[in-house]
Structures are given as C-alpha cells and as structure tokens.
C-alpha cells in the first residue's frame, strides 16, 4: 500500500459514463501517489462505490427529475445540473471543509469537471481551489475559444456548406465544428461560453491527452489562456489495476468469443453511452456488418434506437438474421476489447474516451462522429493522425462493408495500422517514468501540494 500524504481531494464528475471514467481514473492515479479521494456524485447516474474500495463516495441530493433527464437534450440536461446541484454541492462542500463530515484528512483541493461551471463559484466562497478536469480534447478547446467567430461566420449551419474547409481551423470542415441539439436556441453557445470562463479564471486544468498526440493545440491553449495545463493521458494507463467505473453491467461473454477469432480479423463497434439511431440506421448497421464479411463483436445498448418501441430482444434477431458471425453485447469491457490480439479495427463515434483508448492500442479507427467534439476529433483521426478513415459516403450497407474492407484488409489499412502502431508506443512512452504525462502528473502534485 503506498504511503498516504495526509490530504484529501475531492473529485466531482459529470453525472455521464464519458466524463465518470476520466474522472475516477484520475482518483486511481492521484490515490496511488498518496492522496484520499472523496468523488462527490449526483444520485443521478451514481457510480458504484463497490468497485471503488479506496474511494470515499458522498452523494448529493441533485433534485432531478428522472423524467426530466432526457438524453436527447444533452445541452439542457447539463445546464439543468448546473442549476440544481449548486445548493446541495455547497452544503456538502461546506461541511466536508469544516471537517463535521467527519472525515479525518483534510481538503487539499477540488477537481471539478469543467462542464461544471457553477463550482468555481463555491469554491471561491468556500477559499477552496477548484482545478479543472476537461474530458474532451485539448484541440477542441482551443477551436471553442473561437467560438464567437465560429458562431457569427458559420451559424446556422446550411447543408451546402458542409464540405468547406473553417479557414480559421483548417483542416477542419463546416460539417465537424461541434453542434448539439437542444430545446433550448443557443444554449450550446452559452454552456461553451461558460466552459471557458471557467477554465480561464481555474487554476489549473487536467486533460486526458498527451503532448506528442496535441502539442500545437496545448501550446496555444497555453498561451491564450494562460492558465497551468496538465495533459496526463492517456490517464487509464497509468492505472496497473483495472476497475470499472461502468453505469451498465459489462458483458464479458465478449471476451471469450474473441478469443476464438483470427487475430485482426473482428470490427469492433461501439457508439458510447450516449449517441442513438433510428431503427432504420441500425438495420442498415447490421446489414453492413455482413456484406463485410468480417466477424464482428457490437455493443448496442439500452436506449440506442430512439424508437422507444424499438424491443429489447431485436440484437438476438439481428445475430440470428446474421448467421452467427458476430456477437452482440449490451455493454463490453472497452479498453480489455480493444487490447484484444482478435480485434483489427474500431468502428467508432469518436467520443475522446473511446478514440483515446483506441490510440493507447493501436488500433485504427472507423470513424462515424455523432455530435459535440466528436467531429473534430474523427477529422484529426483520418486527416492529421492518419490513424482511420471516415465513413464518407453515408450509412448505407455496401459502403460499411467497403470501409471495413478498407481497413482490416487491404495494402492501405496495413499503411493506417503502422502509423497507429506507432502512436500507441508513445502513448506508452509518455505515462513511463521520465514521459510527457509522467513528468505531467509529477507537475500536477506539486501544484496541488504548492495550493496551501
Ligand atoms: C461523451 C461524449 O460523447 C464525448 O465526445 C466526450 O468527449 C465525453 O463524453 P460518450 O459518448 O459516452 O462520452 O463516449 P466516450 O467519450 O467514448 O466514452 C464512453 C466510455 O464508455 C469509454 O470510456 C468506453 O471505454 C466506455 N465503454 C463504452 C465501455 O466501457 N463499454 C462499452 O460497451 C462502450
């Protein structure tokens, strides 16, 4: 067991699977050098505590409406966060810092995610610092601080301007700059707003990246904010370990069935926690994956077809209908998937999780954003990375199959898999002693310490 430092840390993530690993993964690494880690939660979306045995966990009464949280208004939902946890949050924090919680090491510091705008706030009150945890990538912050360029040049976003290049982000297209729906006109706008007014008046910032992945981005973000960056990722690879921070069961009958295939040959597909299609886009998902004639291993989770009719039981359909070449599982163990010798390619949305891990493995990436940064970060995958390949061309069967092809057996895929290869190394070299995110997290604890 390492030797505890005598100070307390408290982490508060966004109540979302893409935003809960991050965090709890930067409790496993900060417990390692010796810190006690409190993750403050909302009851919405709580993580289990049991698998988090060295954590201490305290829940805050979120107030929400089950029926309010709405996972097609996202947007709304995280502002609607930001309005009834800001009582609460306090109260807790206040508590927590007079020490009538009963918690025997004392507060060093809070990590807030940065989405969580109204903590810097409190924490100000309270005379607590609040560093930032940013679950997205450092480029896509560097093109939200030209949001209001963005905005007045590009907005409302027309179809016949979805192929030019942003002059101002290049090689950026129109059709990547991130937009996500909500009830609410320009709510997206806003919440960006907040984002970097936050991260702008924090003293410090973590990311899950690496600088040989986003140096230019870093660089600039640094200059133009000027506030301490702490790139430490890819942050579950500092976790010897692992422990899943997963909402949904995982399915680990996955893993077994990848063992039997050839080595490269399986698609992975995974569209995160969040996105969801029409029953029609599934269909033709499904269709796809067998003109590819490629075994498979797909992850269709609960509430992935918008069609509330749509029945649970239609996945053990579709692997009948598709002659038992894939499997089909409701939520997989990611990063052991990924890691597998069986698994040739990830047919992904580019959540920055789930394209983090799939670099951290080498492997390339079919690329299908959904919305939010996830644009960007597929057109940094194919275009600056070269590590995939977009899905151009639609959701249409014959062109899936083609792009799986494309990827898992042809001269250029091989081309696309060295230069992942060689990414995944120096995603490894940086956690290792003496690496970028090593020296990273070295900096990030001294900050911490220096705080008092
Ligand atoms: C969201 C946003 O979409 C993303 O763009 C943003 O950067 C973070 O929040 P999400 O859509 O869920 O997240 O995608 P992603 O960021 O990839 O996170 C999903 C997480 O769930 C990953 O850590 C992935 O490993 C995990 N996962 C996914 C599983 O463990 N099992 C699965 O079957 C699918």
């Known amino acids: 067991m390492n030797q505890r430092n005598n100070h307390r840390l408290i982490l508060f993530p966004l109540p979302f699977q893409g935003h809960i690993n991050p965090m709890l993964q930067l409790g496993r690494i900060l417990y390692a050098r010796g810190f006690s880690i409190t993750i403050l939660h909302t009851n919405f979306n709580a993580p289990d505590p049991s698998s988090h045995p060295h954590f201490a966990f305290r829940s805050i009464a979120d107030g929400l409406d089950q029926s309010k949280a709405s996972k097609s208004d996202i947007p709304g939902l995280i502002s609607l966060l930001n309005t009834l946890c800001v009582s609460p949050f306090e109260e807790c924090l206040r508590e927590m810092m007079s020490l009538q919680g009963g918690e025997a090491v004392p507060v060093a510091c809070l990590i807030s995610d940065s989405l969580f705008s109204f903590t810097c706030g409190v924490a100000e009150r309270l005379k607590v610092r609040a560093l930032m945890l940013r679950t997205g990538c450092a480029t896509c912050l560097y093109l939200y601080t030209i949001c209001p360029v963005l905005k007045e040049k590009y907005f409302p976003i027309h179809d016949s301007r979805l192929q030019e290049t942003v002059k101002e982000f290049p090689p950026l297209l129109v059709r990547d700059i991130p937009a996500m729906d909500s009830q609410e006109p320009g709510l997206m706008f806003r919440l960006v707003d907040d984002l970097i007014k936050t991260i702008k008046s924090s003293p410090g910032v973590i990311f899950n990246t690496f600088e040989e992945l986003e140096h230019p981005a870093i660089a600039s973000l640094r200059e133009v904010l000027s506030v301490p960056f702490f ?48 029953e029609a886009e599934i269909l033709e998902i499904a269709l796809g994956l067998a003109c590819s004639e490629q075994p498979f291993l797909w992850v269709v989770r609960p509430g992935s077809v918008c069609d509330p009719e749509w029945p649970e039981k239609s996945p053990s359909r579709f692997l009948e209908a598709l002659e038992g070449r894939g499997k089909i599982v409701k939520w997989a163990p990611q990063n052991e998937v990924l890691a597998h010798p069986a698994v040739g390619a990830f047919w992904t949305h580019n959540g920055w999780n789930s394209t983090v891990e799939s670099i951290s493995e080498g492997v390339p990436m079919l690329c299908m954003p959904c919305f939010a940064d996830q644009g960007v970060n597929a057109r940094y995958v194919s275009d600056v990375w070269r590590i995939g390949v977009n899905l151009n061309g639609g959701l249409e069967r014959e062109n899936i199959a083609r792009a799986i092809k494309r990827l898992l057996v042809s001269r250029e895929g091989e081309e696309i898999r060295e230069r992942a290869l060689v990414l995944k190394e120096k995603a490894s070299a940086c956690v290792r002693q003496g690496g970028s995110s090593y020296q990273a997290l070295d900096a990030l604890v001294s900050h911490i310490l220096s705080s008092e």
């Open 231 to 278: 790139p430490i990722g890819p942050s579950h690879k500092f976790c010897v370990t692992s422990s899943s921070s997963s909402l949904l069961a995982e399915d680990r009958s996955c893993i077994s069935w990848l063992d039997e295939q050839p080595p490269k040959s399986v698609i992975y597909v995974s569209f995160g926690s969040l996105a969801a299609m029409s």
